[in-house]
């Protein structure tokens, strides 16, 4: 596992032994994700739930975002996204938290916001659709700010609440679904740009 472009290129990740407790995103998937938002990181506050080795937020930080927060409830996936942090020179842009992921977004809701979201729940939780609802239930996207979702699940394909569907994509047993926030008209930011 390692960083594929940008200020970090080529660092190496570390991450936690067992599938079952983090099951890292490939590089084949990770590629094909950030080639899908490559126009839509620079400049922009992520967070990354369920964050496990933090792979994703520091990807889109090596690749110009502006900052990160980095959540999983796992003391031992901390201690390793701290380390990658550090690997990477990149812990100055990042806040690096253990904390369930519904306590995070219940204390961030009015308080932050976020222009890229990255949700990779774990496969044996099978809990995307409702940390999307979750989310979407709160106020920390940035209008027009991007979602991205992880999933084995084939069943993101529309738009949930306040989120527009974009596209998705699959990349073996992995499905990865991509979602704007709407405006005030109802039509995302990227939806708009393909018109």
Request: glycine fraction near 8%; include cysteine.
């Amino acid at each position: 596992m390692r960083i594929i472009t940008g200020t970090a290129r080529g660092m190496k990740l570390e991450t936690l032994d067992g599938e079952e407790i983090i099951r890292p995103t490939s590089d084949r998937v990770k590629e094909g994700l950030f080639s899908a938002i490559q126009f839509d990181i620079s400049g922009k506050r992520v967070l990354d739930l369920f964050a496990g080795s933090g792979q994703l937020a520091l990807e889109a930080l090596s690749r110009g975002a502006d900052s990160a927060v980095i959540i999983d409830e796992s003391e031992k996936a901390v201690e390793i996204i701290k380390t990658n942090a550090k690997k990477t020179n990149l812990m100055k842009k990042c806040r690096i938290a253990r904390q369930d992921y519904s306590e995070y977004l219940k204390s961030a809701n009015n308080r932050e916001k976020f222009g890229l979201i990255f949700l990779d729940p774990p496969y044996s939780k099978d809990i995307p659709g409702e940390v999307l609802k979750k989310l979407c239930r709160t106020d920390i996207i940035e209008d027009n700010g991007i979602v991205v979702c992880e999933s084995e699940h084939d069943n993101m394909n529309e738009d949930i609440y306040n989120l527009k569907f974009i596209k998705k994509y699959k990349y073996g047993r992995t499905f990865i679904a991509i979602f704007t926030k709407k405006d005030d008209t109802g039509e995302g930011e990227a939806e708009k740009n393909e018109n």
